[in-house]
Each structure stands twice: as C-alpha cells, then as structure tokens.
C-alpha cells in the first residue's frame, strides 16, 4: 500500500519550485539588461564620421529608405546624421512585401517605424514590395489594410524591381498589374504613387509608356555618379546608394536624394 504524501513535503516542493522559477526569471532578467546595455554601448562606438558625396552637390534635400532588414534603429542617430552637412529630411518605410514563394506579409517592424519618424519629425513615405508571384488584389489589399496616411506625409510607394535571390524578375506581361496597383491605391488614398524601379526597367517599361506617364518615380543607379541618359525631369528622388551608413549601426542603408528644394518636398506630401 502506497503511503499519502506529507503536507509538509508539498509545501515544500512548491517553495523550492518557487525559489528555482524566481532564479531563472532573476538570472534572465540581469543577462537582458547586460546585453542591452553592451548592444547600447557598443552602438555608442559605431562611429564612420562625416558622410560625403562630391557627386551630390547640387542635391540639398537627403533621405533613407528602411525595412525589417535594418533590424531596430535608433532614431537619435538617424536625426543626427548628415549627408554633405545637411540632414535626413525623409524616410520611406516597407510596409507589405510579396514574395517569390507566394507569401505576402506586413513588415514586422513597420508599425515602430512609422510612428518614431513621426516623432522626430522626419517626413516619411511607405512602400510596397510588388511580387508577380501574389495576386494582385491581395497585394492591394494589404497596404491599404496596414498604411494610414497623414497630413504631411508623402505619397504610397510601390517598388517594382528585379530581385535575384527572391527568383523575381519583371516582365512586360506584369504591367497590367502594376496599373491595376497604381489606380486602386491612387483611388484609395487620393494621391498619385510614386513608382521605385531601377534605371534599367524604367527604359524598358515605364518610360516611353503612356499608362505611366503621370506617374513620378524613384530610380535606383549605383553604377554611375550621374543619371546618365535620365533627364532631370524624369526622377523625383534617386537612390544613389546602398551602402550607406550612420552612425550607431551596423547595417547598411540605401541613400536617396530627392530632385528638388525642401520646400518642393512639402508641396508633394498630403495635405
């Protein structure tokens, strides 16, 4: 016959339970709190100096574009950075991204960073991620689901470019799509998108394209120092860069200059 336990051995079971799960819960507690502040000190030390482009010196108005690959920012350093002694005035945002295995999801860092650049007071814009491997319909639907445009901020994006290790690669027969993604969101939110492609596909798509002509764009060219063959007219803002970096990360940034005055800028946002 199986002898009943002890009250006594219960109690005391449970405080030494107690006493292990208080430890583990102490123990975790003081290895965050160490690492962060490692992590924080070490960004203290993320110092490259002066950022400069002889080949931008026409160009007073500077922006980033981020997404969850950026990993978390810190915002002090972005509002402190400077690109030829002037400041980051903008910043767009990947909201949604569609990808070549069908998936389609939010940016799980977007929410943080369209409030913190509102905070400090950096104009931001949010961008799409096109996929031909999505249907379209819920490619729209998903930015118009997790974007809340406001007063002051810049238009939608839609970034339409070839990504190899994604397997994404546009083509003439995505066109329709593209329209369809433009017109529904321009519907949606009362603005004209903005188009991000590369210099490349904007020569073979977009530009002699009458679908598209009220469209502005965004061009990617890294591999000139001028938009060769591009006329001035042609480009709201241009990425002339990926390799960017600022202070307190680690990551590389994408650098964007936009083709006009800060005013001009203000002019494009909503009202």
Known sequence: MKKKKNNNDLIGKGINW??????????STLTFYYLDKKFNHNRDNLKYGKQAYSYLENYEVHGIDISKHNGEL??????K????????SFVFIRASVAMADGNLEEDRLFRDNW??????????GAYHFYSPKVDINEQIRIFKRIV???SGDLPPVLDVENYDRGNI?????????????????HNHFGVAPIIYTSKKLYQDYFK???KFAKYHFWLANYETEKMNGIESSEFLFWQHNEEG???????????????????????????
Do not use: Q
């Open 115 to 124: 409030r913190k650049s509102r905070e400090n007071a950096i104009t931001r």
């Open 245 to 271: 970096k600022i202070d307190g990360h680690i990551c590389d940034f994408d650098l964007n200059v936009f083709n006009g005055s800060e005013k001009d800028l203000e002019k494009m946002c909503l009202k």
């Open 18 to 27: 107690l006493v292990i799960a208080l430890a583990i819960v102490l123990v």
């Open 148 to 150: 809340k445009l406001r």
């Open 208 to 210: 002699n394209n009458a």
């Open 81 to 88: 950075h400077e690109i030829n002694g002037w400041p980051l």
């Open 74 to 79: 810190d915002w002090k350093y972005i509002t």
């Open 169 to 185: 690669y546009i083509t003439k027969k995505n066109l329709p799509d593209i329209l369809k993604w433009l017109k529904t969101v």
